[in-house]
């Protein structure tokens, strides 16, 4: 399946909620409205919905627009604009790097790594796992599992043992190893705010006490939650160094307007897109590839 057809729901509730816009035949005060709601509707969020909105009634204007079509085509452009200045790129330095991936529990943290790890060592890649989420017993089994698809190297501690600690160990493995890439779960407990800048500091902290240094602190949302997940997005990038969104769940939504609320409210670029659960299923962002499925 192509990623078009993957995020099927996605672009089926936007192009209904365009239904009224599109059955307007000029341009007048109303359709702004009209286009305003589908925004909203499609989760794009308040503050890049007004700022959208305005770009393109301000451009419409200026070019004497006086066809709701000819106004998306404006849209479609400002919307890949907004998307398309950041760097999505995942950094790796030449020597030994640590991605932490963070985020609630259940978002799909440890379904991102394995998948990430699975298409890295089809590339050749070697990485090593490190089973930072030592709160559930059950987590280190799924990352194990991964790690056998993949040929990566899992490193995990005793149930309810310090992450920090494992991650260490893992870097500590992967240097031993000339591996250059460690790839590390974290728990995703609901936190107090000062508990989970504390922890997250923590870890970074052990994890560099090594070789490795922390290029990529991915925050894993689940694209299902909508404008919850923001709020929750808001607390992380506020307690760590979030470099990155990988956006899960893509496929199981109607909601993607929300990476443009990411994107421009978080001020942090989406790099990776979760489609299903299968390995193939994780791409890199592409912002005008999603943006012109949205109006296909
Ligand atoms: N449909 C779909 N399911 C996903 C995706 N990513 C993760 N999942 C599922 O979400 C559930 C939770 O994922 P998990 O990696 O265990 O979350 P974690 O608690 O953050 O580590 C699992 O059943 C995954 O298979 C995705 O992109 N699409
Ligand atoms: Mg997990």
């Known amino acids: 399946m192509t990623f078009t057809s993957r995020i099927g729901k996605v ?39 007004d700022r959208l909105i305005n770009e393109v009634r301000q451009l ?42 963070v985020g609630v529990n259940g978002v799909g943290k440890t379904t991102t790594i394995g998948k990430l790890a699975s298409q890295r060592n089809s590339m050749g890649q070697k990485i090593v796992l490190a089973a930072g989420d030592t709160f559930r017993a059950a987590a280190v089994e799924q990352l194990k599992q991964w790690a056998e698809l993949s040929e990566s190297t899992v490193i995990s501690g005793s149930e309810g043992a310090d992450p920090s600690s494992v991650i260490f160990d893992a ?11 460690v790839l590390a779960d974290t728990a995703g407990r609901v936190h107090t705010k000062s508990n989970l800048m504390e922890e997250l500091q923590k870890i970074r902290r052990v994890a560099e006490k090594g070789d490795g240094t922390v290029t990529e602190t991915l925050l894993v949302i689940d694209a299902t939650t909508g404008q919850n997940g923001l709020i929750q997005a808001r607390q992380f990038t506020e307690a760590a160094q979030v470099t990155g969104v990988a956006l ?49």
Request: hydrophobic residues 40%; proline residues 3%.
């Open 11 to 49: 672009r089926a509730s936007f192009t209904g909620s365009l239904t009224k816009f599109r059955s307007r035949n000029e341009v007048d005060g109303l359709i702004w409205e009209d286009l305003e709601e589908a925004l909203l509707l499609a989760d794009v969020g308040a503050t890049t919905t």
């Open 60 to 101: 419409s204007k200026e070019e004497q627009v006086n066809n709701p079509e000819r106004v998306l085509e404006i849209l479609q452009r400002k919307m890949i604009d907004s998307l398309e200045s950041s760097n999505r790129e995942l950094r790796q330095d030449s020597s030994l790097s640590i991605w932490l991936f």
């Open 171 to 181: 870097v500590e493995h992967a240097a031993s190893k000339g591996v250059e890439l």
């Open 248 to 296: 899960t769940k893509l496929d199981g939504t109607s909601r993607g307007g929300i990476i443009f609320a990411i994107n421009e409210e978080l001020g942090i670029p989406v790099k990776l897109v979760g489609i299903g659960e299968r390995v193939e299923d994780l791409l890199p962002f592409e912002p005008t590839d999603f943006v012109n499925a949205l109006f296909d």
